[in-house]
């Protein structure tokens, strides 16, 4: 198991980089495969990304082949600068900004020249709204962000993605 989820994260990372040096994104980002989100924030110009095996789940397809589909999360986070925060709060441009960026991350990992069956590696990307897919794994993916992180100066969101990869018994 540990196989196949080392490999798809280190597929995402491998993905991300290569958006990251073409200039794909509109904020630097800087990223790392872990096993386990880190929460504490460095000081960093860019976005901290972290790819997170999340788990997987394997569909049997004949008595010798099988399907696993593997999802992870993608952590970006990101500090709000002193010149953001006022008494009312974080500017809603600066936390609009980092949305986007979740959001160019998502369309990145779904953009069909990315997500197609990639012959290196056999991963698969999953779209959202595949009925093949196990409903467990499609609930599961998505943008999400968590605005109780602002009380500490810092914010962060998840893209989560799933990619089916083939297998033999």
Not at 128 to 134: I, L, N
Not at 136 to 149: M, R, V
């Amino acid at each position: 198991m540990a196989g196949s989820l080392k490999r798809v994260a280190d597929a995402v990372v491998g993905l991300l980089e290569t958006g990251e040096a073409a200039g794909t994104f509109s904020k630097a980002i800087l990223t790392e495969r872990r096993w386990l989100f880190l929460k504490d924030l460095e000081d960093l110009d860019g976005i901290s990304v972290q790819v997170v095996p999340i788990g997987s789940m394997r569909e049997r397809q004949s008595n010798t082949t099988f399907e696993r589909y593997v999802r992870c999360d993608v952590l970006c986070k990101r500090r709000v600068p002193q010149s953001e925060i006022s008494d009312s709060g974080i500017g809603r441009e600066w936390i609009d900004d980092h949305v986007a960026i979740l959001e160019e991350i998502d369309d990145y990992l779904g953009d069909d020249g990315t997500a197609t069956r990639d012959p290196e590696t056999g991963l698969e990307y999953v779209e959202p709204g595949d009925k093949r897919a196990p409903r467990e794994i499609l609930s599961k993916l998505g943008i999400e962000f968590f605005e109780e992180a602002l009380i500490e100066n810092m914010f962060f969101g998840v893209v989560r993605v799933a990619y089916r990869v083939q297998g033999a018994y």
